[in-house]
């Protein structure tokens, strides 16, 4: 600062104190403002008071900072070990007495203010940049209380003990902070390093740039200004200030205009857009007076995923569960009372979801766990399975009560792998499920005590038939499925595979295999060979008698209906 910029050690020691007091007292100024027009993440009336007092002592700080710096001048012992403080303090009260008396304290404080906003609304819109893949919006991002999360977490990292740069206490502290303030757990702890990363890797990169500059030969020693001398109208310096503010305006505004457009929920289709050959018709009106019982998928038909019923003769749409968020995966009870699915604000992979339940009629929802997804009924129906962090298996009482992690334990093979779309056998012992051991994708199964791993082979989606002596999973072309993939019978006492359902074009890609309570019937949905995306791609329902080997189609449009169930 000195050799190259020119400044004194007192000056710049002055600027960086009365910068520091001014930063707190801006801030102060902030929440004060942000209390006025309806701050929310904390009592008002305690914030209001907190940020006077702190803002009040500050100012009177800043006004009396001479007066303190001159008292410990006087009060310091007389040696030669603090000879050089006591002159330090000295120029520091001269720099600080002079800089009071040039009245540019009150421009100061409203640069400090710009300044501030301008960093938090920074951090604000990184923030949102980091969790819009996880669709969260500007409404979920309540402002005040992301305000109080950036504010506590910045706090921490001027620590004497926040570690290096700030990591440690930093994201302890977001973390805890956000997690207090009803964000997710795990969005409150993936937000405190990612932020905090990004940010230390963008503020320490600048500082080594600056630094390289200065050390280069070519900069020489600056001349500066006395603040004494410094003369600018006060007319002047607010003009810049406002042009300041309008020019960020124009930024924002320029970077809302650029978001796309929030899409708005698709009208219910309570109809068959796609036109049935009278053969299909007639398909459809014969299972319909075989059976007369309702399917159980999940589909996007809406804009978002929901939970959906429909007669087994493709007639009756009903709307279960869709809101805003991806209700997904649904399950029934044995009994046929209770629906339980996953809900989450985005399909992606690592997207937060909780597991809810419903009656049968889409009524009583209710949370059961805070961090899950792809539930699934005990053969009991007193407790629920479903998976979490993709690599364990949970079990829950209905009430939520009785949370544990049922597989693995933390000495089996499978504890660095993914443990992924569990199915419990139906006599409670064993658990099939989709893993990356062995390469991406594998069906194994293994008893619950993890003693008995097997792999079944390089597939998906394994589920038990009732009797417990099979699975039906996913197999793809390379495993000789006719179109894309196709559904297939492993036989546990024999170690064999043979076909349960494969078609060629124009619907063969195979997915989501689901058997009847009574064994008879196998539940799935199909895609054209040339579409995969489980999102995305026109999955259609499909019913097959195992008994007879008909396949009917049961739903004809142009969305994505999933992971089809028969309602008891």
Known sequence: VNSRLGVALSAATSSFVLATLLDI????????????????????????????????????????????????????????????????????????????QAGVF???????????ITKYAALYFFLYALLRPLAYTFSDLNVSKVLVGLVAAESSASLPVSGIAGFGAYEGVWAFTFEFLGFPEKIAQLTAISHHLFTQLYGYSIGALALMLLLLPIASRA?????????????????????????????????????????????LDNHNPVLLSKKEKAALENLGSKISKRILFD?????????????????????????????????????????????????????????????????????????GTFPSFSSAGNSIYFERDRSKVMSVKLDGSQMKEIYPTNTKPFRDHAVVKPRISPDG????????????W???YDRLDGSSPVHISAGCEPNWHPNGKKLVLVLSRAKNAKAGSGLFDYHLARKTISVSQDDGPPFGHEYFPALSSNGKFLLYSAAPADQHDHFKANYQIYLKDLESGTTTRITFDNHTNRWPTLLP
Do not use: C
């Not at 009060?75 to 800089?99: D, G, N």
């Not at 503010?245 to 929920?265: D, I, K, R, T």
């Not at 493709?314 to 649904?330: F, I, S, V, W």
């Open 299 to 371: 589909s996007n038909r809406s804009g978002t995923f929901g939970i959906y019923s429909i007669r087994v003769d493709g007639t009756e749409l009903m709307t279960l569960a869709d809101g805003k968020r991806h209700e997904m995966y649904p399950s029934v009870s044995p009994d046929g009372r209770w629906i339980v699915y996953a809900s989450a604000r985005s399909t992606a992979r690592h997207a937060p979801a909780e597991i809810w339940i419903m009656d049968i009629n889409g009524n009583g929802n209710r949370l059961v766990a805070a961090d």
């Open 106 to 116: 009150t421009r100061l404080i409203a640069l400090s203010l710009l300044i501030r």
């Open 429 to 440: 012992t064993m658990v099939a499920f989709t893993s990356d051991r062995r390469g991406r």
């Open 223 to 267: 001349r500066v200004t006395n603040v004494a001398n410094y003369d600018e109208r006060a007319s002047s310096f607010y003009l810049k200030i406002l042009l300041s503010v309008v020019l960020l305006a124009l930024v924002l505004a320029a970077f809302l205009g650029s978001l796309p457009a929030q899409s708005g929920a698709k009208p």
């Open 25 to 100: 007292l801006a801030l102060m100024i902030l929440l004060i403002v942000l209390v006025g027009v309806g701050f929310d993440a904390l009592p008002p009336a305690y914030l209001l008071a907190f940020a006077i007092l702190v803002g009040g002592l500050i100012w009177i700080a800043i006004y009396n900072l001479p007066r303190l710096l001159n008292w410990l001048v006087q009060i310091l012992p007389k040696s030669p070990t603090m000879e050089k403080l006591t002159v330090l303090f000295s120029s520091i009260e001269r720099e600080v007495t002079a800089s009071r």
């Open 442 to 444: 594998n069906a194994w």
